[in-house]
């Protein structure tokens, strides 16, 4: 048993059983769960024996997994920030408190670390969905008059107003007599009241990581903090002295003290808009994150930019045609939230907002866009463009409709006939300004009948435009040795083989592509053999694609030669030591009747261009103090060309099998 794991602790099977009926809990709503790292928890069970197929370490101390340890689910040593992107039964597991307890009685925490309790949450609202709350929020809480001295708290998000306050007069030490008032500190000089304490963090528009001051009432009954003015269209202030007002129903707008020219903060029931003297023009209004919210954003500029949509909204024709009792429709909200915005955005009176109240709707009944990290732009648009298209909608009960065959009647009869039955169920502004239909024709393989259909869309999602072409370097390498070797870049098709890379460098080299090779060196050695037909999808930007010129006979073999280097041998061994250097070459040999003084004498034709040739006299194999005859030359099967002396070679039966092969497993050279 692990070192100062507690001794008194259930047999093993008491653990399985129990830890068994924990896992199968329900999750509910309130209750709090606790995370396991999924390392310790695989040792325990293979401890337990929790699995039928795992009982080979059951029971033995050397599969003890010790102390509760959840380090590896935090990125520092410290044990303080959780890292990004956690899955639930790959990285961990999540288990009942009751659960949890009775695992910290056996076995205990490892030194240094916090139990993780998570709370269980409710999330949507046709679609409720219950899920436990991994990522707690975490706020920065700071005083009214150090506004930039921030303590961190962790919150759920389903945590309300109420319970925010009560942990921040506990974090500053302020008595529950005292009145206080809590704002949403957006920027350094905008703020916005957290009046509703019945409100959850998420329905006020809170994020992790949003600044949160509290406010303490002056003894003299006043507020440290300038009251909210109401601003409207010929309202301004350019006094650099403080103002202060009554505050308004609608929300609360606050001036900047440090400023000369007074910037003030509207809510509009959850939409913050600055207004300063000089006037906006209509349309050219802002959209402020809320938290990572560009996406939506984007989407919603796009659409105030489709002016016939945004007439009608302004105009208030959309009030007579909000549709709620549609059981596809949203009671009307989207409609009513997308409005209001518009209003503010068109009204010339804002030269921002933020859409607070149209992030809160859309959470509502999309529970994906609910939180505050970045979504899909196109995703959003689309389920905004079906949920007014619902709210919206002028049919207040769908008849049904049959679907009739095309029976080889001219499209344009079909497709009038299609577009009037789907204006039967489906009849919106929306309708009017997006949707259309898309001819799909289908041929019966058997009978060859066609049959012709319109269908509604509302959207089509388009592929981006790609580049059909791509750079591509490769080196040159001549057959013959007088000649240098040479980079191009070529211009290939980027959906292309191999064989385009030849078709692309045979103008530069004046050389047919059939009598080149592509290959991929790495290392100093060739680590790929192209075939022709290979897509040149497998050839990455940072490959070394090197291409030789290989002679046109049939009755030839290509080989290898690497260059290698040979050092001093080590203590450690009694082998020489061998290092490749350089880039590799092709030689073309005869397949039949080759001598080992041939075959020298091709690869010292082939390399002559770096290497200078011995004469004919030079007894260059024979060493210092040595006497020894001319060394001979074999390709062994590594595809390497070596040397050995007379009196140390044997007979080798693989002699001239070195030839290149493909991926395919073709020889290259003779047929």
């Not at 890292?83 to 288990?95: A, M, Q, V």
Request: glycine share 6%; with cysteine; net charge negative.
């Amino acid at each position: 048993m692990a070192e100062g794991v507690q001794s008194v602790i259930p047999n093993i099977e008491e653990q399985k059983d129990f830890v068994a009926t924990q896992l199968d809990k329900q999750l509910i709503k309130g209750e709090i769960w606790y995370m396991l790292d999924i390392k310790w928890y695989k040792q325990w069970k293979s401890y337990v024996g929790f699995d039928t197929w795992d009982h080979y370490y059951v029971g033995e101390d050397s599969a003890n997994p010790g102390h509760i340890d959840n380090s590896p689910l935090f990125e520092d040593d410290a044990n303080t920030k959780l890292k990004e992107h956690l899955i639930d039964t790959l990285d961990y597991i999540l288990i009942p408190a009751e659960g949890w307890d009775r695992l910290l009685t056996w076995y205990s925490m490892a030194e240094g670390q916090e139990p993780l309790p998570r709370k269980v949450i409710e999330e949507g609202v046709y679609s409720k969905a219950l899920k436990v709350e991994v990522y707690p929020w975490h706020l920065k809480v700071a005083e009214n008059s150090t506004p930039d001295n921030h303590v961190v708290l962790q919150f759920s998000r389903v945590d309300t107003i109420e319970q925010l306050e009560v942990a921040m007069r506990r974090e500053f030490n302020i008595n529950e007599d005292k009145e206080v008032r809590l704002w949403n500190r957006y920027m350094t000089n905008m703020y916005e009241p957290l009046n509703k304490k019945e409100n959850t963090l998420q329905d006020a528009g809170l994020y992790s990581g949003q600044i949160v001051v509290i406010e303490q009432k002056n003894d003299d009954g006043t507020w440290p903090r300038a009251t909210p003015v109401p601003v409207n269209k010929n309202t301004f202030s350019s006094s650099s002295s403080n103002t202060a007002s009554k505050p308004s129903s609608k929300g609360a707008y606050y001036n900047n003290k440090s400023s000369n020219k007074c910037c003030s903060w509207n809510s509009y029931d959850g939409y913050g808009s600055s207004q300063q003297e000089k006037s906006v023009t209509p349309g050219l209004c802002g959209l402020s994150n809320i938290g990572n919210t560009c996406f939506m954003n984007s989407a919603l500029q796009c659409m105030s930019n489709v002016p016939h949509l945004t007439e009608y909204f302004r105009s208030g024709k959309w009030v007579d045609e909000v549709n709620k009792d549609n059981p596809l429709g949203m009671d009307g909200e989207i409609a009513s939230s997308y409005a209001e915005l518009i209003k503010i955005m068109w009204q010339g009176d804002y030269s921002y907002t933020v859409p607070r109240d149209f992030k809160y709707a859309v959470g509502r009944f999309a529970p994906q866009f609910s939180g505050y990290s970045q979504q899909d732009a196109q995703e959003l648009m689309a389920f905004l463009l079906d949920g007014l298209h619902e709210d919206l909608n002028r049919i207040k009960k769908k008849p049904y409709i049959e679907q009739k065959d095309s029976d080889n009647r001219p499209d344009e009869v079909v497709a009038k006939e299609a577009w009037d039955n789907y204006l039967k169920r489906n009849n919106s502004i929306i309708t009017d300004l997006f949707h259309g239909l898309l001819k799909s024709t289908v041929q019966c393989p058997e009978c060859d009948k066609i049959s012709v259909t319109f269908d509604p869309f509302c959207y089509l999602s388009l592929p981006m435009p790609v580049k059909k072409e791509r750079q591509l370097e490769v080196f040159w390498v001549p057959q013959k040795p007088e000649k240098k070797p040479s980079q191009f870049k070529l211009t290939v098709p980027k959906m292309g083989c191999v064989q385009d890379i030849c078709v692309a460098l045979s103008p530069y080299v004046k050389v047919d592509k059939q009598f080149m090779l592509v290959t991929d060196v790495y290392n100093h050695r060739f680590h790929k053999i192209f075939a022709m037909n290979e897509p040149l999808s497998s050839i990455m930007d940072r490959d070394d694609i090197f291409v030789y010129e290989v002679p046109p006979s049939k009755d030839a073999m290509v080989i290898p030669i690497y260059m290698r280097e040979e050092r001093i041998k080590n203590q450690n061994s009694s082998y020489n030591n061998y290092q490749l250097f350089g880039q590799p070459l092709l030689l073309s040999v005869q397949r039949q009747n080759m001598t080992y003084e041939e075959l020298y004498t091709k690869v010292c034709q082939r390399i002559k261009r770096f290497v200078q040739l011995p004469a004919a006299d030079d007894k260059w194999w024979v060493k210092e103090g040595q006497a020894g005859a001319p060394s001979e030359i074999e390709v062994s099967g590594s595809d390497e060309v070596t040397e050995h002396s007379p009196d140390s070679m044997q007979p080798d039966t693989n002699m001239c099998n070195g030839a290149l092969s493909s991926s395919e497993g073709q020889w290259y050279g003779g047929q």
